[in-house]
């Protein structure tokens, strides 16, 4: 049994899932920022100086960022026709997308100016992202090419 199996996914999917997998466990094990702007004191997703308890949310933060990302890794044996994660992942991204726009609407004021800025970064990963991908497989739907004959 191979170790190494080819990754059938677009390029720019490989790279943000090998990057969020990174970070992720980069996050849970350290739980402190990977970039600090010393100047500003900007720190990038993560408090610079996390209480304990906010240091246990961020660890949280990184397991999932692992787990969400690293099914596309994981799932990247299949030829990308036939695999349905990718295919769900389209409506999802937009979904998150738009949740994403909505928190930093809704509750702008109340945010952090690098909070909200962040958020509207991650919608913008998240939205060209599932639009880039959503073209490259031809549907929106979530579903693989076919899937009417098992519905």
């Not at 996914?9 to 992720?24: D, E, F």
């Not at 997703?45 to 690293?70: E, I, K």
Request: overall charge positive; charged content about 15%; proline content about 7%.
């Amino acid at each position: 049994m191979p170790i190494m199996r080819p990754l059938n996914l677009p390029t720019p999917l490989i790279i943000q899932s090998v990057a969020s997998v990174g970070l992720g466990i980069y996050t849970m094990f350290f739980r402190k920022p990977l970039y600090t702007n010393t100047s500003s004191g900007y720190t990038l997703l993560v408090p610079a100086n996390p209480s304990p308890r906010t240091a246990d949310t961020v660890s949280l933060l990184g397991l999932l960022l692992t787990g969400l990302q690293s099914v596309y890794l994981v799932s990247s044996y299949m030829p990308l026709e036939d695999n349905q994660f990718v295919h769900t992942s389209v409506p999802v991204r937009l979904f998150l997308a738009g949740c994403l726009v909505g928190v930093c609407v809704l509750r702008g004021r109340e945010m952090s100016k690098s909070g909200w800025w962040e958020m509207i970064g991650l919608a913008a990963i998240e939205g060209v992202g599932a639009l880039m991908l959503g073209f490259h497989l031809g549907r929106f739907d979530g579903k693989v090419r076919d899937a009417e004959k098992w519905l």
